[in-house]
């Protein structure tokens, strides 16, 4: 059963923009953490963006900040990550991810995340 569906990546331009959006049922959604991870060829997984249950606080990898931001849609279960300023180096699978076991805290560590979901590429070239 998917329970985390991803959408929105593809080709783009240096400085350009893209949007992924991660879809989650309604009991992940209400009682998780969400956030996006990426993994380059040859490089670990590394955490880009989350949010705590219920949204109200977000949290960014230092290579991100100031230029991807991460939102969510209560009504329909789905988190956004707007991605602007892209660069070759953020080319990678990104992966959106949920947890159940923090309430507040926005962990980075991808062991603690419960599901995960198929992944979609971003690639940034020219």
């Known amino acids: 059963q998917v329970q985390l569906v991803e959408s929105g990546g593809g080709l783009v331009p240096p400085g350009g923009s893209l949007s992924l959006s991660c879809e989650a049922s309604?009991?992940?959604?209400?009682?998780?953490?969400m956030s996006w991870f990426r993994q380059a060829p040859g490089k670990e997984r590394e955490f880009v963006a989350g949010?705590?249950?219920?949204?109200?606080?977000?949290a960014y990898g230092d290579s991100v900040k100031g230029r991807f931001t991460l939102s969510g849609d209560n009504a329909k279960n789905t988190v956004t990550l707007q991605m602007n300023s892209l660069k070759p180096e953020d080319t990678a699978v990104y992966y959106c991810?949920?947890?159940?076991?923090?309430?507040?805290?926005?962990?980075?560590?991808?062991?603690?995340?419960?599901?995960w979901g198929q992944g979609t590429q971003v690639t940034v070239s020219s």
């Open positions: 991810a949920a947890t159940r076991q923090f309430s507040n805290r926005i962990p980075s560590t991808v062991s603690v995340y419960d599901y």
């Open positions: 309604q009991d992940i959604f209400s009682s998780s953490g």
């Open positions: 949010r705590n249950v219920g949204g109200r606080n977000t």
